[in-house]
């Protein structure tokens, strides 16, 4: 069970943080100075890291589809089923569901029990996954819901913007092209940003710790089990069919299986603040989905090297 002593002290920093706040050493609005640093640094830092040990494997590029599919349908189909509901209780449902805290939690369990070969096939998965993770919830919301005012027009050009002015988004299109070009990053370079990449967990997990709070309505607990209820039904129904369609080992698929099962990403409480919807609230919703993720996924971890 020593696999789970990494994502457990994450959760250990989410609790310690949110006590420390209590007792006023921090402030909530913190957590917006933390993020910017999360998503012009220590985040970019850890995508370089990810590719610096990449080999070439073209058939796995199907893995970044798959990953950028399955955060994309779920966040869609929650848009099509809520068009009545208010809009700030939309915007905690629809970016609740869809993505993946994949670094955290899926890459040291995966890493665990596959290895090299897991972890590849996470950093892969992960690309697909972190265009909605690292700034496409932001755009696709507050261009879909309006978020920044009714009367402004839904430009394709304006989500373009937002896209691409997310630094890790950037970083990981161009270490993909670099990759795929089979040209790799020298080793002293890779040394010298690995402090920096290694700040990002604790930095992502001591965000989250300060915007949670427990729910002071009933009717916020009704919120947290339907989008959980939501996310793991369709999760668990993508799982099914990617574990009997994909071409890949049984290895492999039973990888992505986990992937699918991860908690909801670590950036989605601060997009929900952005666009001016519950952020405690979402980051209640978190960290009840990583206590359930992880129990599911160690007893699935369990029943396939049992």
């Known amino acids: ?79 099509v089923l809520t068009p009545k509901m208010e809009k700030a209780t939309r915007v905690n449902y629809m970016v609740c569901v869809s993505g993946f805290n994949i670094g955290c939690y899926g890459m040291p369990i995966i890493n ?3 290895g090299a070969a897991g972890s590849v096939a996470c950093a892969m998965f992960d690309i697909g996954n972190s265009i909605m993770m690292t700034s496409g919830n932001y755009a696709f919301t507050s261009i879909l819901l309006k978020t920044d005012g009714d009367n402004v027009r839904v430009r394709f050009a304006d989500l373009l913007k937002r896209f691409f002015s997310s ?35 604790f930095l992502s997990m001591f965000m989250l710790g300060l915007l949670f709070t427990p729910p002071r309505r009933k009717s916020d607990w009704g919120i ?17 069919i990617m574990f009997h369609v994909l071409p890949f080992s049984l290895e492999i698929r039973r990888i992505v299986v986990l992937l699918l099962l991860c908690p909801i990403g670590a950036m989605a409480p601060a997009f929900i603040e952005r ?8 980051a209640f919703t978190n960290s009840v989905s990583t206590v359930a993720s992880l129990i599911i996924m160690t007893v699935l971890v369990g029943i396939s090297n049992g």
Do not use: Q, W
């Not at 270490?175 to 920096?196: G, K």
């Not at 666009?275 to 979402?282: K, P, Q, S, T």
């Open 224 to 240: 947290t089990v339907r989008i959980l209820a939501f996310r793991f039904a369709i999760m668990a129904v993508l799982a099914v």
């Open 167 to 201: 630094v890790p988004i950037c970083v990981y299109l161009i270490m993909f092209i670099i990759s795929i070009c089979d040209v790799h990053i020298p080793e002293p370079v890779i040394d010298f940003i690995s402090p920096l990449a290694n700040a990002n967990a």
């Open 1 to 79: 069970m020593s696999f789970l002593i990494r994502p457990c002290s994450f959760l250990f920093i989410i609790f310690f943080t949110y006590f420390l706040k209590r007792a006023g050493l921090f402030k909530k609005e913190l957590s917006l100075i933390v993020l910017k640093i999360i998503m012009n640094c220590t985040l970019p830092c850890v995508v370089v890291s990810a590719f610096s040990n990449f080999e070439r494997d073209l058939s796995l590029c199907l893995l970044v589809a798959l990953g950028l599919g399955a955060s994309l349908g779920p966040y869609f189909l929650m848009y």
């Open 112 to 114: 665990a029990f596959y």
């Open 275 to 282: 666009c001016h919807g519950d952020g405690e609230l979402a």
